[in-house]
Structures are given as structure tokens and as C-alpha cells.
């Protein structure tokens, strides 16, 4: 329900309080730190990251909000006194909590990245920023991705920011050498020989969760020894199967283009890529290239299967190119495509919203995880 609705104008005007979730959260859980991740992409593996180095030293910090457990559940909890007080709260926070949650200032804030998404909802690009933006300007600790164009075009309303980039030292609080070791002001932190996840967008999201790490004070050491035992956050880029030497991904949390862009580029290629569902606002064309560069094949399913197979032959995609009604479908024909080009990867990396044939992503990557493991049995037999 949009914050604006009219419906909620009319209880305003009568007096009537119009409260979100997290908002009602933050009235009981305020004396408690926040560390408040947003982004359009990325926040829930750094999210799930911090709690995990945090977890692994000690540190009493649940993960909550716009994954998994809501923040009210812990207000719950506490008031039933069914768990002690936690140090911190990670929350990931989208800009749907952000707009109406507007007294919520945590004591670490985070912004992972920025592209157009939910323009559906919030209608213009620098409506949707702005919104982004107010979570680290209410925050204490500002903590920004300077490998993002768009936000680093937010310098100079940050000068007093912690600032991350994975590839250059320039302006720059946390970076990585060329040896590949973290550094942090000059200081060599650890290397980065033991962090097993895919994508230089999550070395970005590891110098992110750092940094927060180390201004709660854990050190290096620690973080190090945090880090191998991270395995990802489930349906971003998941390893569900290697079949024959075929990797099989699941990316079905890749619900935009931008999101997509960042699954293929960090998968083996030629990779076969399976897209489809319900369509998002914002520009494919970007897709489209990465996709030409990367993909031999595309197979796509859902309701905007057609206009994404027009967008991909006006754009003169030269791979194989079939669309279907349904995931299970496109999965074997995939498959199919795979053999015949030799490609080293299939993915689920839908560029769209799930919402068209299935409750939520993890329905739908839980869905082909059942595939994949359906076709894996027939095979073994």
C-alpha cells in the first residue's frame, strides 16, 4: 500500500495514526543499535554477512526486517521475555520501510548500491534515491559503496562518510590491493585468500560488512577468521548441482535487471541463462549487452517472457532464443541448449519479480531447486 495512498490521507486528516512496522518496532527497540543496510541490490548478503562475522565472535545480533524475521517479532520476543536484549540489530531496511519509518536512525548505516527499481511504486528514479539516501543521512556511522556511480555521486553530501571500493585506494577509506589484501587507511587488514563467494560485487558487499565490523571493534583477525565459513545467502548465486561438469546456479533473488546484470557477470561463461516473470520498470537495455556477452543461450517463462524475447532480438541477440510458459519447461530446455553449445553454466536469473507464478523468489528458486534435483535423480537412474 503506497505511504501516499488515499486511504491513508483520509485516517491522517481524522486523526487517525498511521503507523509501519517498523516505525512500532523502533519505538520498542530504539535503545538497542541498529545497523540499518539498504541498497537496491546487495543488502541482503551484507546483511547476512555481518551477522555471520558477528555471530562467530560472540556478538548477540539478530538479522531482521525486509528479510526474514520482522522487526516487531523481536519487540515480541523482548516484551515476553523470551530472549535476552541483543547488542545490535542488523536490519535491511527497502525503501518501502525507509518512506514510513522516517524516526528510525540507526548507528551504523549502510548503502550497498542504487539503480532504478519499484519506479512502479515511488514513480521517479530520484524519488526512489532520495529515499535511500535518508537512511545514512539519520545514521551515525555512514558507511557508502564508492564502486557505484550513483552513489559516489553522493560525495559531497557525505564528507564525513566511510567510504569502499573494491579496485581503487583514491578517496577511499577500505580497498583491496592488487595483491589482494584488505586495506584499510593504509593498513593491511588480511587477505582475501579464504573468502569463497563468486562476483567482484561481493568483494564489494565483504569491504562493506568490514567496515562496519571493525567500528563495532572486531579486528582483522577475527573477521579473517569469520569469513570461510560464510557459504552465501540462499538464491543469490546459490550452487544448487554440477551435472557432468555443468554448474547449475540458482539467482532467482535477481528480481531486476541491475541485480541480473551482476548474477551473469559473475558466473562461467558461455552460460545459458533462464529469465522471465513479472516485469519491473526501468530500462533492459543494459541486460540485453550482458547478456550477448555472456549467454549462448535464453530461455525465458512467465508473463513477460514475450516482451523480454522482443527486447533481446531488437537488440540482435545472436544465441539460441525459445520461450515457454513455465520454469519447469524452460529448465529442460535449458538443459537441452546446454549440451548442444557446451556451455559451462546454466542459471535461474529471472531480471523480474516472481510475483506473476509464485508467492515470493524463494518459492520460485526452491521450485527449481526441486527441478534440478528431480532431472538429477532421473539421470542417476
Not at 71 to 100: F, G, T
Not at 118 to 147: D, Q, T
Not at 209 to 218: E, Q, S, W, Y
Request: aromatic share 8%; hydrophobic share 40%.
Amino acid at each position: 500500500i503506497e505511504w501516499d495512498h488515499p486511504t491513508l490521507n483520509i485516517l491522517r486528516d481524522k486523526g487517525i495514526l498511521v503507523e509501519s512496522e517498523v516505525s512500532f518496532a523502533w519505538k520498542r527497540l530504539g535503545h538497542i543499535p541498529w545497523i540499518g543496510i539498504t541498497g537496491t541490490n546487495g543488502k541482503t548478503t551484507v546483511t547476512h554477512l555481518i551477522h555471520h562475522i558477528l555471530k562467530r565472535n560472540g556478538i548477540n545480533a539478530p538479522m531482521c526486517g525486509n528479510m526474514g524475521c520482522p522487526v516487531s517479532s523481536i519487540a515480541l520476543d523482548l516484551k515476553r521475555n523470551l530472549k535476552q536484549a541483543p547488542d545490535y540489530l542488523i536490519v535491511e531496511l527497502s525503501s518501502y520501510q525507509i518512506e514510513s519509518s522516517e524516526e528510525v536512525r540507526p548507528i551504523v548505516g549502510i548503502w550497498t548500491s542504487l539503480s532504478p527499481d519499484h519506479l512502479e511504486r515511488h514513480k521517479y528514479f530520484h524519488v526512489y534515491k532520495a529515499i535511500k539516501e535518508s537512511l545514512l543521512n539519520k545514521s551515525k556511522i555512514r558507511i557508502l559503496n564508492s564502486n557505484d556511480k550513483e552513489i559516489n555521486n553522493t560525495r559531497s553530501s557525505f564528507k564525513d562518510a566511510i567510504w569502499i571500493n573494491s579496485q581503487n585506494s583514491k578517496g577511499n577509506d577500505y580497498w583491496i590491493n592488487q595483491s589482494g589484501i584488505v586495506i584499510e587507511s593504509g593498513e593491511e587488514l588480511f587477505d582475501l585468500s579464504s573468502f569463497n563467494m563468486l562476483g567482484e560485487h561481493n568483494l564489494q558487499n565483504l569491504l562493506l560488512a568490514t567496515a562496519a565490523a571493525r567500528h563495532i571493534g572486531i579486528s582483522a583477525d577475527k573477521i579473517k577468521r569469520s569469513i570461510p565459513s560464510f557459504q552465501g545467502v540462499p538464491h543469490r548465486l546459490e550452487k544448487i548441482a554440477d551435472l557432468n561438469g555443468l554448474k547449475i546456479i540458482n539467482d532467482s533473488k535477481a528480481t531486476n535487471y541491475q541485480a541480473a546484470i551482476t548474477g551473469i557477470r559473475a558466473i562461467p561463461e558461455p552460460s545459458i541463462i533462464l529469465a522471465g516473470g513479472q516485469l519491473k520498470k526501468g530500462d533492459p537495455s543494459f541486460w540485453v549487452n550482458q547478456v550477448k556477452k555472456s549467454a549462448a543461450g535464453v530461455v525465458l517463462f512467465g508473463a513477460g517472457a514475450k516482451i523480454l524475447e522482443k527486447k533481446l532480438k531488437e537488440g540482435d541477440f545472436k544465441g539460441y532464443l525459445s520461450t515457454y510458459e513455465d520454469l519447469r519447461q524452460a529448465t529442460l530446455a535449458g538443459l537441452n541448449i546446454a549440451k548442444i553449445t557446451g556451455a559451462k553454466c546454466i542459471a535461474l536469473s529471472p531480471a523480474s519479480a516472481s510475483f506473476d507464478q509464485y508467492k515470493n523468489f524463494e518459492e520460485r528458486g526452491n521450485h527449481f531447486r526441486t527441478i534440478i534435483k528431480e532431472i538429477l535423480n532421473q539421470t542417476e537412474e
